[in-house]
């Protein structure tokens, strides 16, 4: 054991941790924020992340507490033969004198079973159980099959095959987009909805749909380098509209805020009327848009394994979050404030017009066409190394549904695993080629985040809690304390329920309204 212990890939450190979820969950969702922003005010909008960021962090522990109650029960019961045992989903039913034994296994953390009572033979097996450790991966899927049944299986299979959908749809609206705009043809107007825009989603096909079906592999380096590269775009982003908010000049062209009154203090604009109001009205557009700039909590299983301090996890992702949240709201009120109603829907495409500080000559600064270029292509250049994860993913996914317990069968199969990478890799770009608009299509997919990441968690977290107690196992964990308590519990599950109803009542009634 200690020599294939030795031989294992080395951990991810915290940081490398944190590095990873923040790739996860800073997707091309956060580009809708100031638009979502500019309808409803900076003091609602800001409330609601913070909400949703504690949400995020309760549902987040909610799966890492089932993560290791199911490694728990397959531990505890992977080397004792009970004849009423047949996969986890007969775990239910075993006996209550092995039930017993196992609790007192698990008292002091040890497995200690005298096969003599079974072969009759004087060996024991002896197995450390630690309360932090997750023996394997268990993907959500399982989870969901193990603890809410073939029927939890099958709905969170549907809810994240139509988020992923969404996802990899806002991908190649984002690229498309943000070329097309700063490549535009010539003589074109709208250049994000002409002729342009289907040349480069086709480009992006040719791209990306190739390289889903290939299999895939995450490095550090590559990972750690797009985190940093995504705090350069939003320090260069915050940077240039502090500059322009306080310059008062022209920096983004026609775009520009000029509104500076000729009492106040020389060079400030005035501050945005617009953003100090509190819309409520306009609430059931950023409430989607929000909850899918939190969703990752389908790749927590992924995202836990590698990590080597796993009594970490509930920290780690704790800190991805709020770092995610004061981005989030720093970029929402900063751009919403400044361009106002100009606000993009991608919010990247409002710097293909900057020019930067210009000198007395009126020339352009070196630098306007490199922050206008960096602003606009990054999102577009992240997504294309995003995509192929994505559809790898679902359709993995989709062939799981498909096979159900016959996968093992047939993954192995590479021409019938291509059929369901494709089956999840088209599609995207038949949608992108009918809506490209962004919050729309967040809007959408956002509505399946409430169940992915509000719903679904607090479910895990009640019933493999009830499942150990149904086993006379201990159901605490390392990540147990208030923040999964019960009460959070049912705050979480009826706040999740409540907001998807509200959500697509108000759309039915209103709509979704487009960006100018």
């Given at each position: 054991?200690?020599?294939?212990?030795?031989?294992?890939?080395?951990?991810?450190?915290?940081?490398?941790?944190?590095?990873?979820?923040?790739?996860?969950?800073?997707?091309?969702?956060?580009?809708?924020?100031?638009?979502?922003?500019?309808?409803?005010?900076?003091?609602?909008?800001?409330?609601?992340?913070?909400?949703?960021?504690?949400?995020?962090?309760?549902?987040?522990?909610?799966?890492?507490?089932?993560?290791?109650?199911?490694?728990?029960?397959?531990e505890l019961t992977s080397d004792i033969e009970l004849p009423t045992r047949t996969d986890h989903r007969g775990y239910a039913s075993i006996s209550?004198?092995?039930?017993?034994?196992?609790?007192?296994?698990?008292?002091?953390?040890?497995?200690?079973?005298?096969?003599?009572?079974?072969?009759?033979?004087?060996?024991?097996?002896?197995?450390?159980?630690?309360?932090?450790?997750?023996?394997?991966?268990?993907?959500?899927?399982?989870?969901?099959?193990?603890?809410?049944?073939?029927?939890?299986?099958?709905?969170?299979?549907?809810?994240?095959?139509?988020?992923?959908?969404?996802?990899?749809?806002?991908?190649?609206?984002?690229?498309?987009?943000?070329?097309?705009?700063?490549?535009?043809?010539?003589?074109?107007?709208?250049?994000?909805?002409?002729?342009?825009?289907?040349?480069?989603?086709?480009?992006?096909?040719?791209?990306?749909?190739?390289?889903?079906?290939?299999?895939?592999?995450?490095?550090?380096?590559?990972?750690v380098t797009l985190t940093i590269f995504r705090g350069v775009m939003l320090v260069v982003m915050l940077l240039t509209i502090g500059i322009a908010?306080?310059?008062?000049?022209?920096?983004?062209?026609?775009?520009?805020?000029?509104?500076?009154?000729?009492?106040?203090?020389?060079?400030?604009?005035?501050?945005?009327?617009?953003?100090?109001?509190?819309?409520?009205?306009?609430?059931?557009?950023?409430?989607?848009?929000?909850?899918?700039?939190?969703?990752?909590?389908?790749?927590?299983?992924?995202?836990?394994?590698?990590?080597?301090?796993?009594?970490?996890?509930?920290?780690?992702?704790?800190?991805?979050?709020?770092?995610?949240?004061?981005?989030?709201?720093?970029?929402?009120?900063?751009?919403?404030?400044?361009?106002?109603?100009?606000?993009?829907?991608?919010?990247?495409?409002?710097?293909?017009?900057?020019?930067?500080?210009?000198?007395?000559?009126?020339?352009?600064?070196?630098?306007?066409?490199?922050?206008?270029?960096?602003?606009?292509?990054?999102?577009?250049?992240?997504?294309?190394?995003?995509?192929?994860?994505?559809?790898?993913?679902?359709?993995?996914?989709?062939?799981?549904?498909?096979?159900?317990?016959?996968?093992?069968?047939?993954?192995?199969?590479?021409?019938?695993?291509?059929?369901?990478?494709?089956?999840?890799?088209?599609?995207?770009?038949?949608?992108?080629?009918?809506?490209?608009?962004?919050?729309?299509?967040?809007?959408?997919?956002?509505?399946?985040?409430?169940?992915?990441?509000?719903?679904?968690?607090?479910?895990?977290?009640?019933?493999?809690?009830k499942r150990l107690r149904d086993l006379n196992i201990s159901k605490d964990t390392v990540h147990t304390s208030v923040l999964t308590s019960k009460?959070?519990?049912?705050?979480?599950?009826?706040?999740?329920?409540?907001?998807?109803?509200?959500?697509?009542?108000?759309?039915?009634?209103?709509?979704?309204?487009?960006?100018?």
């Amino acid at each position: 054991m200690t020599k294939n212990a030795s031989k294992s890939p080395p951990k991810f450190t915290f940081w490398v941790g944190v590095c990873f979820t923040l790739n996860y969950v800073v997707g091309s969702g956060f580009l809708t924020l100031p638009w979502a922003f500019e309808q409803t005010g900076a003091i609602l909008g800001v409330l609601v992340l913070i909400v949703f960021t504690v949400f995020a962090i309760f549902a987040t522990l909610f799966i890492l507490e089932a993560s290791v109650r199911a490694s728990k029960i397959i531990e505890l019961t992977s080397d004792i033969e009970l004849p009423t045992r047949t996969d986890h989903r007969g775990y239910a039913s075993i006996s209550e004198s092995a039930a017993t034994e196992l609790e007192e296994a698990d008292n002091d953390n040890v497995i200690l079973m005298n096969d003599s009572s079974r072969h009759n033979s004087s060996d024991s097996n002896v197995q450390a159980v630690s309360n932090a450790d997750i023996t394997r991966r268990i993907e959500m899927t399982e989870l969901c099959d193990m603890f809410l049944g073939p029927a939890g299986r099958r709905a969170f299979s549907f809810i994240i095959g139509i988020y992923m959908y969404g996802t990899l749809w806002a991908y190649c609206t984002v690229f498309a987009k943000a070329f097309a705009v700063q490549f535009a043809l010539r003589g074109e107007e709208n250049p994000d909805e002409g002729s342009t825009y289907y040349i480069y989603l086709f480009v992006f096909s040719c791209v990306v749909v190739p390289l889903s079906l290939m299999e895939l592999s995450e490095q550090i380096y590559i990972q750690v380098t797009l985190t940093i590269f995504r705090g350069v775009m939003l320090v260069v982003m915050l940077l240039t509209i502090g500059i322009a908010y306080f310059s008062c000049g022209n920096e983004f062209g026609e775009m520009s805020n000029t509104s500076c009154e000729p009492d106040s203090v020389v060079g400030v604009n005035t501050p945005p009327t617009s953003l100090l109001y509190v819309h409520f009205d306009k609430l059931y557009l950023f409430l989607p848009i929000a909850a899918y700039a939190y969703i990752f909590h389908h790749s927590v299983p992924a995202l836990s394994e590698p990590v080597e301090d796993k009594s970490s996890l509930g920290k780690l992702f704790g800190t991805a979050l709020v770092i995610a949240f004061v981005g989030y709201a720093l970029l929402g009120v900063c751009v919403a404030a400044y361009f106002e109603n100009d606000t993009q829907s991608s919010s990247n495409l409002n710097w293909r017009h900057f020019e930067g500080v210009r000198d007395s000559d009126g020339k352009k600064p070196w630098y306007a066409a490199v922050v206008s270029c960096f602003v606009v292509l990054f999102p577009a250049l992240d997504v294309a190394s995003a995509y192929p994860l994505n559809a790898f993913t679902l359709g993995n996914n989709l062939m799981s549904a498909y096979y159900g317990d016959d996968m093992q069968l047939h993954e192995k199969n590479r021409f019938k695993t291509s059929i369901f990478r494709l089956l999840a890799a088209i599609p995207p770009f038949l949608g992108a080629s009918v809506v490209s608009n962004l919050e729309n299509i967040t809007a959408f997919t956002g509505l399946t985040g409430f169940a992915i990441a509000f719903v679904i968690p607090p479910l895990l977290g009640y019933f493999s809690e009830k499942r150990l107690r149904d086993l006379n196992i201990s159901k605490d964990t390392v990540h147990t304390s208030v923040l999964t308590s019960k009460s959070v519990q049912y705050v979480l599950t009826a706040s999740g329920t409540l907001l998807i109803l509200v959500v697509i009542l108000c759309q039915l009634i209103f709509g979704v309204q487009t960006s100018r």
